[in-house]
């Protein structure tokens, strides 16, 4: 312990003006770099390599593995060059948002318009319900989903229950497809979305589900995005939210699901780790309350 500190104190000595300013310089970078993939897909997967590329610095330090690392040091040539093409898309769009000015630091939306949005959707998934029109409205959490908005009519607009009710209206061209949500707007309509692969409809007791559901687990599996579907032949409401569905919702009870998951200004403050596990719960409760109700 005393040889740390003196190492430690020896370190702090060394320091000047210009050592300060370079430390300073790499943290921006790091910084802006993290700032730049914030609210993509490529977290996950930035998440995963970063987790790979320190297991094998622990086994390459602690084991005296010569195969194992030869086969590292010769991969990870090949694995820098590979990581641009991985991250390309996400590249391509953060250079974009810096390319605009003022829209890569985002202000958070205060917690006090929330009620009203979940208001507007809950309202229009009840009046669409009620009249059996199949919609698709797909809300965006922290993933972004630009990917799907361009390929449908982009739109920003403001929410309200009526410009939804619109949208899905059987005579409009926007009415097929999804309507995604960004805060406090509609951003596009008419949105191609993946279709879930997982089989979790067809293990369902009821498995009549078209397109609109398989989509709407589709966008729950590789984003943190909350889907709201509103069966045609039906009119039953459902949620979708990390691979799962609940069915069956009403509109207070379809509040309460949005209102445990639609919360941009107040979740960003607690770790993604427990925001994930609150929304399990939330989810898990709300299925047992459902499943009491029958």
């Known amino acids: 312990m005393e040889e740390f500190f003196t190492e430690l104190t020896i370190l702090f000595q060394r320091l000047d003006i210009l050592s300060v300013l370079d430390i300073l310089l790499v943290a921006a970078i790091f910084f802006l770099l993290f700032s730049l993939v914030r609210g993509s897909q490529a977290v996950v997967l930035l998440r995963g390599m970063i987790v790979l590329v320190l297991a094998v610095i622990l086994l390459t330090s602690a084991l005296e593995l010569s195969a194992f690392s030869w086969l590292m ?3 990870l040539p090949a694995l820098l060059f590979a990581i641009p093409v991985i991250f390309a898309p996400e590249i391509r769009r953060a250079l974009e948002r810096l390319g605009r000015a003022g829209t890569l630091f985002t202000p958070d939306t205060g917690p006090e318009k929330i009620e009203n949005r979940i208001q507007s959707i809950s309202t229009a998934a009840r009046r669409l319900a009620e009249s059996r029109t199949g919609a698709l409205i797909v809300i965006e959490r922290d993933i972004h989903l630009d990917d799907y908005i361009q390929t449908g009519v982009q739109l920003d607009g403001l929410l309200s229950a009526e410009i939804l009710l619109q949208l899905f209206h059987v005579n409009t061209p926007l009415h097929d497809g999804a309507a ?10 008419a949105c191609v979305l993946p279709l879930s692969s997982s089989g979790t409809l067809s293990r369902s007791p009821e498995r ?7 989509a709407a687990l589709g966008i729950s599996e590789v984003s943190d995005a ?7 032949e039906s009119g039953r409401i459902s949620v979708a939210h990390n691979g799962r569905m609940i069915r069956r919702l009403d509109q207070n009870r379809l509040q309460n699901i949005l209102t445990a998951f639609y919360r941009p200004g107040a979740e960003r403050r607690l770790p993604r780790w427990l925001r994930s596990l609150l929304g399990r719960l939330s989810l898990i409760r709300t299925e047992v309350i459902s499943a009491s109700r029958r």
Do not use: F, N, Q
């Not at 949500?181 to 951003?187: P, Q």
């Not at 009549?208 to 398989?214: A, D, I, N, P």
């Open 226 to 232: 909350v889907a709201v579907v509103i069966s045609e």
């Open 180 to 189: 995604i949500v960004r805060g406090a707007r509609v951003a596009a309509a």
């Open 208 to 214: 009549k589900m078209g397109l609109r559901h398989r």
């Open 73 to 75: 040091r010769t991969a």
